[in-house]
């Protein structure tokens, strides 16, 4: 029996680290397709269906998908026994939050590239929810998207009222009246960052318990 025992604890560690590969390179898989996606559509920029393509997996497919699919690799384990490690809800709010947040901050880079400032005229401002201005460029031309609350949109702005603007010809990038920007990159590399380390803890210890799942 000790020669027995001796053969086989090497081999745990191989799986373990077999373990962490796997996880790893599909967890950096969906968060960095999360962050990439929602920020390369302003940035390009990419037609319109393949950017809210894009977003679909970037706010949603992706982000389940880490949380999911390492539920879904048990194997051994009956479906009604499966469960899934607390660890695996954390890629799945940072990867949404990166699909939202590296979206602004792929306007923010399309801006600084292509943007252009003009006055504006609001044609119309909606304040039924989040605020929301259309604009039109005092000689005429048209400003899409709308700008929104966060961007110069407040509550004191009202039809008619002239704004400047920093706006993407392309119409694809919100416009917005910030002379600066904000930088998101720190947050977004955190976020980054805790859904790969939080996803390749939550992946191991899925494969783990379903390795020593005895059917009891």
């Not at 745990?12 to 373990?19: E, F, K, L, S």
């Not at 609001?122 to 605020?131: A, E, H, L, Q």
Request: net charge neutral; hydrophobic share 45%.
């Amino acid at each position: 029996m000790a020669v027995g025992t001796a053969r086989n604890e090497p081999t745990a560690p191989v799986w373990w680290r077999t373990d962490v590969v796997r996880w790893l390179l599909f967890s950096l898989v969906c968060a960095g397709g999360s962050l990439g996606l929602s920020w390369v559509g302003p940035v390009v920029p990419l037609p319109a269906p393949l950017r809210g393509t894009g977003l679909l997996l970037a706010f949603l497919v992706l982000p389940l998908a880490s949380s999911l699919v390492p539920v879904l690799f048990l194997r051994r384990v009956p479906r009604r026994q499966r469960k899934m490690a607390w660890q695996l809800i954390v890629p799945l709010m940072a990867g949404v939050a990166m699909g939202i947040f590296g979206d602004a901050a792929g306007d923010e880079v399309a801006l600084a590239d292509r943007g252009v400032w003009t006055e504006a005229v609001v044609v119309r401002m909606d304040d039924s929810g989040t605020n929301h201005c259309d604009l039109r460029a005092v000689d005429g031309g048209e400003i899409t998207p709308s700008l929104s609350e966060g961007d110069g949109c407040h509550d004191w702005v009202s039809k008619g009222d002239r704004l400047r603007v920093r706006y993407d010809p392309a119409g694809v990038a919100s416009p917005t009246d910030d002379p600066h920007g904000g930088s998101d990159g720190a947050f977004l590399g955190t976020l980054f960052a805790v859904a790969v380390v939080m996803g390749t803890w939550g992946g191991v210890r899925q494969s783990r318990w379903d390795r020593s799942y005895d059917g009891r």
